[in-house]
């Protein structure tokens, strides 16, 4: 069926990643996308015509995740090499480099008001990081398989987690501890989130569905069943009224929460997609996936004020008394209340004059004083390495991406400061680099004795029901 003029619409293309977009999210103030990528950079996308893109090369493996801190000053990501970097987004591209994970880190998020981040890890642990000062604070231990998501409520009083033990996990930051924990017998959350007033969250399973929780009953609201492939990621619009979902059936989907029922199914991808997200008014969204493209997608939903947004949330969260069950979606008029069927809108049929943006690309090396300057070489993931350990159905992918290397050129480094400009002088500068070393090496120490306690964990667990075999077994015989 056509998209009528109200529907959701198509704007830009990006093009600039060399392989699967892994992440995107806006920037608080709506002019910049960030996204990532399985090439090893972070791209940084302006929506002004005729302007650079930035891409910033640091880390050595698939970035897996990125999010602009509330203040938009900062540029959080995650990588399969084990690290979280800071960023500022910029054209000078500094960062500082976080190493506690002993595995690759799937998830980094900030909380609402930017002092805290979240990351997600294989290792089975929740991280928590002082952003003020840049340092560990402590871990969440209860999960027993890689951890795929974590994500603080928006009064950020609470984490919500998924990992592949098939469980979904409430944290209190607190007590540190797990105050509710979801169980699905069928499949596991890909990534859950919490809706914009904190009352309820969202799963996008690998079983194809997508499940609303209300976190206060510990009760399951809805469970759609709109996809025919796993879904990747959601996103929630401001007001709360609508969830989009990405799958690895190369579709988007947008789902009315207020009438629980599928309004559009949004084809634009060529293959899986992995991920998607709304501006923080609410008047745009993003996607990206296995074809490398990141999309620009224009809604019809009211355009929300971001400030106005997060106020409201953390004023309704702080009263004394328990939300009412009619909270869990405020009930305000919306566009869709005369349709019945659902809407497919493919912007390869119906857009004939789409903008493709693909503006030139400025590389940004990074400058941290955590580790030692190495030569500027990634490589995409091998020819043989599976990508469905990290995302569902890679039969999907259109092309193979093969092994390519980054040449860095003179012209690129214009935009880098000298040693001449710098206001530190070098023996400080030295001072600090040996006392970030020996600090690493502490990090370091401590993620190998989390490791083996990790490890010791699993060994006493395999122990425990080896024993209950043999008791079991034993009262049969008797």
């Known amino acids: 069926m056509a998209s009528a003029p109200e529907d959701p619409v198509l704007e830009r293309y990006f093009k600039g990643h060399k392989a699967a977009i892994t992440s995107v999210d806006f920037s608080p103030n709506g002019k910049q996308l960030a996204t990532a990528s399985w090439d090893t950079f972070l791209m940084l996308w302006n929506f002004r015509p005729q302007t650079r893109a930035f891409r910033y090369v640091g880390h050595k493996d698939v970035v897996t995740s990125v999010q602009f801190s509330p203040l938009g000053n900062l540029l959080a990501s995650a990588s399969r090499d084990r690290t979280v970097r800071l960023w500022t987004p910029d054209k000078r591209g500094k960062s500082s480099e976080f190493r506690a994970h002993t595995a690759p880190v799937r998830s980094v998020d900030f909380s609402a008001d930017g002092q805290f981040l979240a990351t997600a890890s294989e290792d089975k642990s929740i991280k928590i990081w002082n952003m003020y000062r840049q340092r560990f604070l402590y871990s969440l231990y209860r999960h027993t398989h890689w951890v795929r998501c974590a994500k603080f409520s928006p009064d950020g009083r609470l984490i919500v987690s998924c990992s592949e033990d098939k469980t979904i996990k409430i944290w209190d930051t607190t007590s540190k501890q797990c105050v509710s924990n979801f169980t699905d017998s069928v499949g596991f959350a890909n990534f859950v989130d919490f809706n914009p007033n904190g009352t309820c969250i969202a799963s996008a399973g690998s079983d194809h569905t997508v499940k609303i929780w209300d976190i206060r009953v510990n009760k399951l609201l809805q469970h759609y069943q709109v996809h025919s492939c796993g879904v990747n990621c959601v996103s929630f619009h401001p007001s709360g009224n609508y969830l989009i979902t990405a799958s690895s059936d190369a579709t988007l989907k947008i789902l009315d929460l207020l009438e629980g029922r599928l309004i559009y199914t949004l084809q634009g991808h060529t293959g899986p997609v992995f991920t998607v997200s709304f501006s923080k008014g609410g008047e745009l969204f993003s996607s990206g996936g296995a074809d490398a493209q990141v999309l620009l997608w224009r809604t019809n939903f009211d355009e ?114 000298s040693e001449s400009q710098r206001s530190i002088p070098l ?43 043999l008791c079991n077994a034993i009262q049969q015989k008797s």
């Open 427 to 469: 023996a400080v500068t030295d001072a600090l680099e040996h006392i970030m070393e020996q600090l690493n090496v502490l990090t370091q120490t401590v993620s190998i004795l989390e490791q083996r306690l990790t490890l010791t964990e699993d060994k006493l667990k395999d122990c425990l029901e080896n024993q209950q075999k």
């Open 304 to 417: 929300l004020n971001c400030k106005d947004v997060i106020k409201r949330n953390l004023k309704r969260l702080h009263l004394d008394s328990p939300p009412h069950l009619l909270d869990i979606h405020p009930r305000i008029p919306h566009s869709h209340e005369e349709k019945i069927e659902t809407v497919e809108i493919n912007p390869k049929l119906e857009v004939m004059d789409l903008q493709t943006s693909t503006p030139p690309v400025v590389d940004v090396l990074s400058f941290d004083s955590t580790t030692t300057t190495e030569t500027i070489v990634r490589t995409l993931p091998h020819k043989g390495e599976e990508m469905d350990r990290y995302f569902l159905n890679p039969s999907l992918m259109s092309s193979e991406c093969p092994p390519t290397t980054l040449k860095k050129k003179a012209e690129d480094m214009s935009d880098l400061p």
